[in-house]
């Protein structure tokens, strides 16, 4: 049991900084009656669940005890007064040996979504017992709220066609792949289905614009840049830091002991790899990470972040982690993109210098795309204001003059 309880941490870990024990909190908020799977008590439950069930519904489909796929699952029950399981369900978590319907879902999407830097997973081995207060449906807010946390944000599921339309109107994000003639010795056909978990920029939109980013900077950036550089000071962390484009600017800054970058984005933070290596500073250092999970090993002196916030899916959660990892007195350095952002204009002004840059064609077209997202989280003055205040953070100082007006600064405090 130690190892299925080590292994899936394991798993996790390389994706998240989030426990188990965390996600089990969360998890409780969105339905109290689910559980994860940790002890081996309930693991034996759990398969001796699966296998009455499936051995007299699903004779073709064979899941005898714990197999090598279940080391990469989060195994989630609820249970009655008495301790007896009454339903369970699983999330694969991608792994080097695939998902385990792989082939139903077309193993080129599969590829493809992987390539782009997408994090699958796939729902499966349910059973809804008898005396289950949860239907098969209210398990997907549960997994929901475990792919965001975890950064998942394809969930696979291989499902019975009956279930197909209810999990339609229950969640938004799903969409039918194909049908199939599969019914694992059953009077069922099966369905294979996908289900698009939210996020308000995919990932591997900021993995395709790393190397324009990397290799560009406007002087927008710049003046911004080395303005948010010459407010820094002590422990430093750069949240949702890109390529850790900052670092250069703080490399001969003696008010700077250490510099940690915090990105979500594997492109972005191989390349923060690369820039940091180039500065070659013993304290300077990237973790890719969300900046929700990021945990910091001793409190930070001032932190940063720079057009990030507009990406954010939960702002206020993030900012709340923000306030905590700063010292008492530490400042934050906040800017974002504002509704004067003219990112048509912006463009036409740099082009002249940066015409025959490579990447400037690549660059120019994210950048209008990033811009236009409509689901962007472009906060007006009033709003940016009340969403720090919530937060804790006292505010010393406003400039909206980055970007021509289009990029607003807050410098902010954290009194206790
Ligand atoms: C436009 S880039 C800005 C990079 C850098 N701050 C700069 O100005 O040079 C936005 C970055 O925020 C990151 N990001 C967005 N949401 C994040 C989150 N919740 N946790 C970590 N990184 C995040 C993205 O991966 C992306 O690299």
């Not at 990397?214 to 430093?236: M, R």
């Not at 750069?238 to 915090?262: E, F, H, Q, R």
Request: proline share 2%; hydrophobic share 35%.
């Amino acid at each position: 049991m130690k190892t299925y309880y080590s292994k899936i941490a394991k798993h996790i870990r390389k994706h998240s900084k989030i426990s188990i024990e965390e996600l089990q909190e969360l998890v409780s908020k969105v339905n109290p009656l689910v559980k994860i799977a940790t002890t081996e008590k309930e693991l034996e439950k759990v398969f001796f669940l699966r296998e009455k069930t499936y051995a007299r519904y699903y004779p073709d489909l064979k899941v005898g005890s714990i197999k090598d796929d279940d080391y990469y699952s989060l195994i989630l029950f609820t249970e009655d007064e008495t301790e007896k399981l009454t339903s369970t369900c699983r999330l694969l978590l991608d792994n080097p040996k695939g998902l385990s319907e792989e082939k139903q879902y077309g193993n080129n999407h599969l590829q493809q979504l992987r390539k782009e830097g997408n994090f699958l997973a796939e729902w499966g081995r349910a059973v809804i017992g008898r005396g289950s207060k949860i239907s098969i449906m209210e398990y997907i807010p549960v997994l929901e709220t475990i792919a965001q946390s975890i950064g998942v944000n394809k969930i696979f599921v291989f499902n019975r066609d009956c279930d197909v339309q209810r999990i339609l109107g229950k969640a938004s994000f799903a969409e039918v792949i194909k049908k199939t003639e599969e019914n694992f010795g059953s009077k069922h056909t099966f369905t294979a289905m996908q289900l698009n978990v939210s996020s308000r920029y995919e990932v591997n939109e900021w993995n395709e614009y790393a190397s324009s980013f990397l290799t560009i900077t406007t002087c927008y950036q710049s003046e911004l840049l080395k303005y948010c550089a010459s407010l820094l000071f002590g422990n430093v962390v750069d949240l949702g830091s890109g390529c850790a484009k900052l670092a250069p600017y703080l490399k001969n800054n003696n008010k700077i002991y250490s510099y940690k970058a915090v990105d979500a984005s594997q492109q972005m933070y191989e390349l923060g790899q690369y820039v940091l290596n180039k500065i070659g500073k013993k304290n300077f250092s990237i973790e890719k990470n969300y900046i929700e999970q990021h945990k910091a090993n001793k409190k930070y002196s001032s932190a940063v972040s720079i057009n990030s916030l507009y990406s954010w899916n939960n702002p206020a959660k993030v900012l709340q982690h923000i306030f905590n990892m700063l010292e008492d007195k530490g400042l934050f350095v906040l800017a974002t993109i504002n509704p004067n952002l003219d990112m048509k204009k912006l463009l036409n002004n740099v082009e002249v210098d940066l015409l025959f840059h490579p990447d400037f064609d690549k660059f120019q077209k994210i950048n209008t795309c990033l811009a236009n997202n409509n689901n962007a989280n472009i906060l007006p003055l009033d709003e940016l204001l009340s969403l720090v205040h919530t937060s804790g953070f006292t505010v010393l100082d406003v400039r909206s003059d980055f970007y021509e007006k289009g990029v607003t600064l807050v410098l902010l405090e954290k009194n206790m």
